[in-house]
Structure formats: structure tokens, C-alpha cells
């Protein structure tokens, strides 16, 4: 059975500070992975799918690795600011295309001005 | 357009209560998914539709009973619910079951 596991599980930074998030997956047979953010009582906001053939994907400040193999994924963010400040979820999805998303509990992330 | 919208945005029943949440989506996305998230954990799926037919279902109890009326609309019903399925209740959609997936806001739901 896939877990996901996230850490730290909270993380608090001064503004302009580059950081990065973790998750590990227990199986690496996976088809992707997800990175989402999820802002206090809100839906999730899609961030970056990186399919499991792909090492990186980019978009803006955000940059998320994939290293298969070792059940491994970062989410690099750089110059980061208050409004970054939410709570990040990874999720994959099981090889073979499965419509199921196995989550993690999530990082919160505190952006201090 | 990359927007799952949800109704109500808030709900609150009681145990006897029947209610409905509606999802809608016009990206013509063909598999659309529903998810109860508790308070500081992550969502939990719930059912999914794939060409409007359910593709899965986990296992949920009978008080809750999805339809997918059409592509673009997803429904949640409610009925005789216990004060522990308080919970937000998020709606999401994809291309492709495997593809990207897009959420709604979710709704809020409350039972007294």
C-alpha cells in the first residue's frame, strides 16, 4: 500500500528566504506526482505535475524534483514571500494511470514578513 | 478556464435532514471526483466518474449518494448524516482519470 509522508510537517520563514519542502512515497511504482497548496478553509490549487518519466518541472518560483528510485520528491521555492504561506500537499498516483491520488499530510508553511 | 465550482459554499443540517452539493465544471474534463477533507488532514477520496459512470468507490457509506447527471455537473447527496461527517467537501476534475486534477473551493458542511 503507497504512503506518503511530508516533512517537515510545519516550516517558518523570514520573507526572501529560498526553501525546500520533501515527500517521500514507500512504492516507487508510480505514473506521477502532484504538488498542490491549500490555503486555510479553501480547495486545492494545483501547482506542478511532474510525470514519473520527468526529473524536474518548473513554473515561476517554484520548482519540483522527482527522483523516482529513491521514493523522492522536493519542492524548491525560491525568494519566498508572504503570500506563499499555506499548507502543501504531494500526492501520486499509482503506475498504470490509476484515477487514485494517494496524499500526504501536507506542509504548513509560515511566510514572516 | 481552469474552474470547479461548488455549491453551497457553507451547509448546515441536521441528522434528518436530505441536501445536495452540486459541482460544476466546463472544461470538458471526463473524470470528476469527490473528497471529504477533515479539519488538518489531507482529502480522502470519495468517489470518482469516469465518462459519467462511477469508476470507484470507497467504500462510503450509503448516506451519501453521488450522480453525474451529465459531463459537466457532479451532485453529492446527503441523507441522514451523522455530526461526524462535518467535514469541507471538495469536488475535483481531470482531463483523463490520470491527468492533472483541478479542485473546487469545496463546501463546508456542518451536521447537527
Known amino acids: 500500500k503507497q504512503e506518503v509522508t511530508q516533512i517537515p510537517a510545519a516550516l517558518s520563514v523570514p520573507e526572501g528566504e529560498n526553501l525546500v519542502l520533501n515527500c517521500s512515497f514507500t512504492d516507487s511504482a508510480i505514473y506521477n506526482l502532484q504538488w498542490f497548496r491549500q490555503d486555510p478553509g479553501k480547495g486545492l490549487t494545483s501547482l506542478l505535475l511532474i510525470q514519473s518519466s520527468q526529473r524536474e518541472q518548473t513554473s515561476g518560483r517554484l520548482n519540483a524534483s522527482l527522483d523516482k528510485s529513491s521514493g523522492r520528491s522536493t519542492l524548491y521555492i525560491a525568494a519566498s514571500q508572504p503570500g506563499d504561506s499555506a499548507t502543501y500537499l504531494c500526492?501520486?498516483?499509482?503506475?498504470?494511470?490509476?484515477?487514485?491520488?494517494?496524499f500526504g499530510k501536507g506542509t504548513k508553511l509560515t511566510v514572516n514578513p | 478556464d481552469t474552474e470547479v465550482t461548488q455549491t453551497p459554499k457553507h451547509l448546515v443540517m441536521g441528522m434528518t435532514n436530505k441536501k445536495s452539493l452540486k459541482c460544476e465544471q466546463h472544461m470538458g474534463h471526463r473524470a470528476m471526483y469527490w473528497y471529504k477533507q477533515k479539519a488538518k488532514k489531507p482529502p480522502e477520496l470519495m468517489f470518482v466518474?469516469?465518462?459519467?459512470?462511477?469508476?470507484i468507490n470507497e467504500s462510503v457509506p450509503s448516506r451519501f449518494s453521488p450522480e453525474c447527471p451529465n459531463s459537466s455537473l457532479l451532485n453529492l447527496h446527503l441523507h441522514a448524516l451523522q455530526p461526524e461527517d462535518s467535514a469541507l467537501y471538495l469536488c475535483a476534475s481531470s482531463q483523463g482519470g490520470s491527468l492533472e486534477q483541478y479542485f473546487g473551493p469545496g463546501t463546508r458542511l456542518t451536521v447537527t
Open positions: 500526492a501520486v498516483r499509482g503506475q498504470g494511470g490509476s484515477e487514485k491520488l494517494v
Open positions: 466518474y469516469s465518462y459519467e459512470k462511477l469508476s
